[in-house]
């Protein structure tokens, strides 16, 4: 198997803010995982189950505590819509920050910014400062600058289905799109249907830990089970 992201019994620790010595709490606790290439694994579990929390590890967001993590030489993008704007900027300047968080190259920003603009519907407000924004406005942009990026590894949170009706038909295209190019695929979601129609394989998570992991029938199956 090519396999470009590996985990092997990885932990997680968090501490309670400014309270260092206080037990930590381990959202992953020990979790085993060899991401092909091309693969499209969905990943289930109820909330607190540390699912976020995998996926910036495989971002690279978060480094394991414990356990092995290795990962070929790959890119990879957590399409978040948490950019981290900058109120006082314009949409644009934010365009052109978070597009150079996310590792592309001014150039390459300054090439897409019309259609960042285009995408996110934003009219003339791509000029003004984002607090003007209303909080839809906000998602389309950090979706609309996300999307230009093409990593060879996508991780997605479920937060995904951004903005009204119209704009979020977009963006599951644009989705759709990626995931039926050929990307790989980390796709974090309540939604099993979205699951079983998108994925190839399912990793079940509780309290941090692997449940099952194997084909979408199975596992979802077993999920559904447990949760009755
Ligand atoms: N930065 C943090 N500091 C402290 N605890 C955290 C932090 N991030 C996550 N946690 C805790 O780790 C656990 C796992 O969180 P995580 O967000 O990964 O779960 P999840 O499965 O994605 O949940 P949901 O389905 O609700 O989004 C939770 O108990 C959460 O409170």
């Known amino acids: 198997m090519d396999s470009v992201i590996s985990l092997q019994q990885v932990g997680v620790a968090f501490h309670a803010q ?18 092909a290439r091309g693969q499209r694994l969905g990943v289930v579990g109820r909330n607190g189950a540390g699912k ?5 590890v495989l971002a690279g967001i978060l480094q394991p505590d414990r356990g092995r993590l290795r ?3 790959v890119s990879c993008q957590l399409l978040s819509l948490s950019l981290g704007f900058v109120p006082h900027l314009s949409g644009r300047d934010n365009a052109v920050l978070c597009g150079l968080r996310l590792g592309l190259r001014r150039r390459e920003i300054d090439a897409q910014l019309a259609a960042i603009c285009d995408y996110a519907e934003l009219g003339d407000f791509f000029e003004q400062p984002v607090t003007s924004y209303s909080n839809g406005m906000i998602l389309r942009l950090g979706f609309a600058v996300a999307i230009q990026v093409q990593p060879d590894v996508l991780l997605l949170d479920e937060l995904l289905a951004v ?7 977009k963006s599951s295209l644009a989705i759709n799109e990626r995931i039926h190019a050929g990307t790989t695929v ?7 249907d979205k699951i079983a129609d998108l994925c190839d394989s399912v990793l ?8 099952l992991y194997g084909d979408c029938d199975t596992v979802l199956k077993a999920y559904r089970a447990a949760a009755r």
Not at 18 to 35: F, I, N, Q, T
Not at 52 to 56: A, G, V
Request: charged share 30%.
């Open 71 to 73: 990962r070929a030489d």
């Open 186 to 192: 980390v796709l974090v979601s309540h939604d099993e």
């Open 18 to 35: 400014r309270r260092l010595r206080s037990a930590p709490y381990w959202a992953l606790e020990d979790v085993s995982l060899e991401l």
């Open 163 to 169: 903005g009204d009706a119209a704009f979020q038909q």
């Open 204 to 211: 079940w998570m509780e309290q941090g830990r692997s449940v």
């Open 52 to 56: 976020s929390t995998l996926l910036r």
